[in-house]
């Protein structure tokens, strides 16, 4: 790999883990200090590595220069000086002669350690997501707010308020005891939940973003499961779901971006081996007596790696969804209850319970209604398509709807 081609890719994989380890190492109320030293860690590499040519093994040469250019700064800054003495007080004690361990252990438990204090309940779910894209998956703030949809200013508003929430809340980075694990892993794991649907459902038009945020949930969340303190049923199940979802990623959209219909798909385009990691995990977030939201959307993600147009299928994924709207309520789930109701029961009873939901500022809502008065109501049909395109916020989605519009649109054929 060349030299333009390895830095960046460097900077994705090692950056994050280089200030998770500072951050744990000086304490979370020092994340700026870290990202300082992680950032001119990469701009030594940038400046040498062009004059002098890659070295043997640039992974082990950022660690070296990291551990290096942090011992200098605990040298030579008068702030840590003044820490030491005891002039001003941090969350730890270091002096420049304390070793700082890059190693595979620490960098995965460092990792950890940062998803929780991340994930701490006073910090709040925007937040939350927004600090894990940065500090954990090393997105830049651009790159998030692509994410987001939203511009620089506003992420970079965002991320200063968290950081200073951790600050003042003196959050430690360290992995919690397991009585602590057991009454924050739900925070975490809705914070990985959220991460990936913004990946999944996103409205951005970069695609290879939006892979990059599903990719980067599932990572953090094989980190907890990894983990023998945080391998619960639940972090499998939320897995198993991801891996569902991922496995039909390459047959969502088309080759001009439009997305493409869950019935129009062409299975030949899903990743089998992704479906054959989420049956894993779901077998393995069997374990125990608890049903989370992540066991039963994982398992209506199961059925949806089915194909076939059962009404078994259908039938399935209603009770599923039925049970889900009894532990947590959400109008999306209802939504997408509806479809399914559709598919078992014919759409009229359908139609009926969607128009109850009342959604009308959602252009899934009228898409769906849309799709459920074809061949019912054909004027119907057409208006709620035409209120959908107005609604819709990406590209994708108003192409979609446009060419359903245009489908519509075409003078039946009078067959007398």
């Known amino acids: 790999?060349?030299?333009?081609?390895?830095?960046?890719?460097?900077?994705?994989?090692?950056?994050?883990?280089?200030v998770s380890v500072l951050c744990g190492y000086f304490g979370i109320e020092q994340v700026g200090i870290a990202e300082d030293i992680a950032?001119?860690?990469?701009?030594?590499?940038?400046?040498?590595?062009?004059?002098?040519?890659?070295?043997?093994?640039?992974?082990?040469?950022?660690?070296?220069?990291?551990?290096?250019?942090?011992?200098?700064?605990?040298?030579?800054?008068?702030?840590?000086?003044?820490?030491?003495?005891?002039?001003?007080?941090?969350?730890?004690?270091r002096t420049e002669d304390a070793e700082i361990d890059l190693s595979n252990k620490n960098i995965l438990d460092s990792q950890l350690a940062m998803m929780f204090a991340i994930c701490d309940p006073s910090i709040s779910k925007e937040a939350q997501i927004s600090l894990s894209l940065n500090l954990l998956c090393g997105f830049g703030v651009e790159e998030i707010a692509d994410a987001f949809l939203t511009n620089k200013e506003t992420i970079y508003k965002r991320l200063a308020?968290?950081?200073?929430?951790?600050?003042?809340?003196?959050?430690?980075i360290e992995i919690p005891s397991l009585p602590e694990i057991h009454n924050r892993i739900e925070t975490v794991l809705l914070t990985l939940y959220l991460l990936f649907s913004e990946g999944y459902y996103s409205a951005s038009e970069n695609t290879a973003l939006r892979k990059g945020l599903c990719t980067e949930a599932m990572r953090l969340t094989l980190m907890l499961i990894d983990n023998p303190q945080t391998n619960t049923p639940s972090a499998n199940a939320l897995m198993s779901l991801m891996c569902f979802h991922s496995s039909r990623f390459e047959a969502r959209e088309n080759s001009t971006g439009e997305m493409v219909l869950y019935e129009d798909q062409d299975e030949s385009l899903w990743d089998k081996e992704l479906v054959a990691e989420g049956n894993n995990f779901l077998i393995r977030a069997s374990k125990g007596n608890q049903l989370t939201r992540y066991h039963l959307e994982a398992a209506i993600a199961y059925w949806h790696t089915h194909k076939e147009d059962t009404n078994e299928k259908w039938e399935n994924i209603l009770q599923l969804y039925n049970q889900l709207l009894q532990i947590e309520y959400s109008p999306i789930a209802?939504?997408?209850?509806?479809?399914?109701?559709?598919?078992?029961?014919?759409?009229?009873?359908?139609?009926?319970?969607?128009?109850?939901l009342n959604l009308c500022n959602s252009h899934f809502y009228h898409t769906l209604l849309g799709y459920l008065y074809v061949d019912i109501d054909h004027i119907a049909a057409l208006q709620h398509l035409q209120k959908a395109f107005i609604l819709a916020k990406s590209n994708a989605d108003k192409k979609a709807i446009s060419k359903n519009i245009a489908f519509l649109s075409i003078p039946k054929k009078n067959n007398s």
């Open 1 to 18: 790999m060349e030299e333009k081609e390895l830095i960046p890719n460097l900077f994705r994989t090692e950056f994050r883990k280089i």
């Open 39 to 93: 950032s001119d860690t990469f701009l030594s590499a940038t400046e040498l590595w062009g004059q002098k040519g890659l070295p043997a093994n640039p992974t082990a040469w950022l660690y070296t220069v990291a551990k290096n250019k942090t011992k200098d700064y605990l040298k030579h800054n008068s702030i840590f000086r003044r820490k030491v003495s005891g002039d001003i007080m941090y969350s730890s004690k």
């Open 161 to 172: 308020r968290a950081k200073e929430k951790l600050r003042e809340e003196k959050i430690k």
């Open 334 to 356: 209802a939504l997408n209850r509806t479809y399914a109701l559709a598919k078992a029961n014919g759409k009229k009873i359908a139609i009926a319970e969607a128009e109850k």
